[in-house]
T-cell receptor
Framework: DVKVTQSSRYLVKRTGEKVFLECVQD?????MFWYRQDPGLGLRLIYF???????EKGDIPEGYSVSREKKERFSLILESASTNQTSMYLC??????????????FGDGTRLSIL | GQNIDQPTEMTATEGAIVQINCTYQ??????LFWYQQHAGEAPTFLSY????GLEEKGRFSSFLSRSKGYSYLLLKELQMKDSASYLC???????????FGTGTRLLVSP
């Protein structure tokens, strides 16, 4: 079974802090994703990485950056946390397939509160 | 671009059958996913449809009509544990990324 592990289930930080959210997958997947999930808005893509050191902006990248130094690890960084970044953050991974889409496998999420 | 519509909330009774609809607009179709998400947990993959028709997996079935831009998830013999949100998603152009609907919250009562 694919395992996607996020470093924290709950996190509380202060406005202006630099925040790191870590995600590790154990299935050698090439693709990794960071989403945030808010009530009424669903899952929104923040950043996507399709290989080590490769990244693409998603729909809402402002205020975030990412790092993919190793294939199994994808980090989301809040450069200077703000209260509107309070949310549930979900990491996912998948394998690329040009013929059939492969499902994304999700971690359990990090509920981040910015005070 | 892509756009997905799902009902926000549905209620049903244990043992019943429920159909959760999803309509989508997409510039290039590459299949449709259904995920289940229990409160406070990760979304888990349920089904992937790329051809028209019904695909059955135990108590869950998923239907796709590409010409109508329409899919549904059919849950039979409902159990209390089926209370969850059900997310519909389609791949974007560029293939690897998904666009998710806002999800349908299903509440199963005794």
């Amino acid at each position: 079974d694919v395992k996607v592990t996020q470093s924290s289930r709950y996190l509380v930080k202060r406005t202006g802090e630099k925040v790191f959210l870590e995600c590790v997958q154990d299935m050698d997947h090439e693709n990794m994703f960071w989403y945030r999930q808010d009530p009424g808005l669903g899952l929104r893509l923040i950043y996507f990485s399709y290989d080590v050191k490769m990244k693409e902006k998603g729909d809402i990248p402002e205020g975030y950056s990412v790092s993919r130094e190793k294939k199994e690890r994808f980090s989301l960084i809040l450069e200077s946390a703000s209260t509107n970044q309070t949310s549930m953050y979900l990491c996912a991974s998948s394998n690329p397939d040009r013929l059939l889409n492969q499902p994304q496998h999700f971690g359990d999420g990090t509920r981040l509160s910015i005070l | 671009g892509q756009n997905i519509d799902q009902p926000t909330e549905m209620t049903a009774t244990e043992g019943a059958i429920v159909q959760i609809n999803c309509t989508y607009q997409t510039s290039g179709f590459n299949g449709l996913f259904w995920y289940q998400q229990h409160a406070g947990e990760a979304p888990t993959f349920l089904s992937y449809n790329v051809l028209d028709g019904l695909e059955e997996k135990g108590r869950f079935s998923s239907f796709l009509s590409r010409s109508k831009g329409y899919s549904y998830l059919l849950l039979k013999e409902l159990q209390m544990k089926d209370s969850a949100s059900y997310l519909c998603a389609v791949p974007r152009t560029g293939f690897q990324k998904l666009v998710f609907g806002t999800g349908t919250r299903l509440l199963v009562s005794p």
